[in-house]
């Protein structure tokens, strides 16, 4: 069983902040490339972060650059993402993705089952 389960995430008012958590279940983090992604009603999903497995290269979307920051933890079981100056914008549900590389050939064959980031005033 190799299973990705998110947390963190929940009602927050525009420019509040929000840690989401990736946390593996049967695999380790180590070898893999961890993705964030989000979907809102009527929009396409969208990548707004990765970080590397070996290099721990990180890359960001345009719209969340400088507001988002995603790390691993040392012990190498969760990977984060920090969501800051949120704006209406940000609110969908947000998944984390396995894959070999932030740059995969193929979509990310493991997928946790999302957790729902609302801004609202």
């Known amino acids: 069983q190799m299973q990705l389960e998110e947390s963190g995430g929940g009602l927050v008012q525009p420019g509040g902040s929000l840690k989401l958590s990736c946390a593996a279940s049967?695999?380790?983090?180590?070898?893999?490339?961890i993705h964030w992604f989000r979907q809102a009603p009527g929009k396409e999903r969208e990548e707004v972060s990765c970080?590397?497995?070996?290099?721990?290269?990180?890359k960001y979307a345009d719209s969340v650059k400088g507001r988002f920051t995603i790390a691993r933890e040392n012990g190498k079981t969760t990977v984060y993402l920090q969501i800051s100056s949120l704006k209406f914008e940000d609110t969908g549900r947000y998944y984390c993705a396995a894959s070999p590389s932030c740059t995969p050939r193929f979509p990310p064959p493991y997928w946790g089952q999302g957790t729902q980031v609302t801004v609202s005033s």
């Open positions: 049967g695999f380790s983090l180590e070898y893999y490339a």
């Open positions: 970080i590397g497995s070996m290099d721990g290269g990180t």
